[in-house]
């Protein structure tokens, strides 16, 4: 069983920056693959980015949701098995609950995953 917790969320002005970031703890795995999820009022919860690393072999992938491509940066401390999410040129539309989930396939392509275990989420406002 994987526990995730998300921290880091907060209030900011547009154009301003936020490091969000999830620990895993519970179990050890040769793959991990995590990504952030956000949920906005009024609106459907969807995809930001994920990452999946090897410990075998040190490779590292990422995917990014369209609209926050060259603004968010996805990333991981191997150490601590901690997965951030590093948000710059915030808009008032990133205003939602953030939320980190594990992905039991090992392999964190959004169109494949199986994100089963979920964090309790963090807010982020940004305003104009």
């Known amino acids: 069983q994987v526990q995730l917790v998300e921290s880091g969320g907060g209030l900011v002005q547009a154009g301003g920056s936020l490091r969000l970031s999830c620990a895993a703890s519970?179990?050890?795995?040769?793959?991990?693959?995590m990504g952030w999820f956000r949920q906005a009022p009024g609106r459907e919860r969807e995809f930001v980015a994920s990452?999946?690393?090897?410990?075998?072999?040190?490779?590292?992938?990422?995917y990014y949701a369209d609209d926050v491509k060259g603004r968010f940066t996805i990333s991981r401390d191997n150490a601590k098995i901690t997965v951030y999410l590093t948000m710059n040129s915030l808009k008032p539309e990133d205003t939602a609950v953030y939320f980190c989930?594990?992905?039991?396939?090992?392999?964190?392509?959004?169109?494949?995953?199986?994100?089963?275990?979920w964090g309790q989420g963090t807010q982020v406002t940004v305003s104009s």
């Open positions: 519970g179990r050890t795995f040769t793959r991990y693959a």
């Open positions: 989930a594990a992905d039991s396939t090992g392999w964190g392509d959004p169109r494949t995953a199986d994100f089963s275990s």
């Open positions: 990452i999946s690393w090897s410990i075998q072999w040190s490779s590292v992938s990422t």
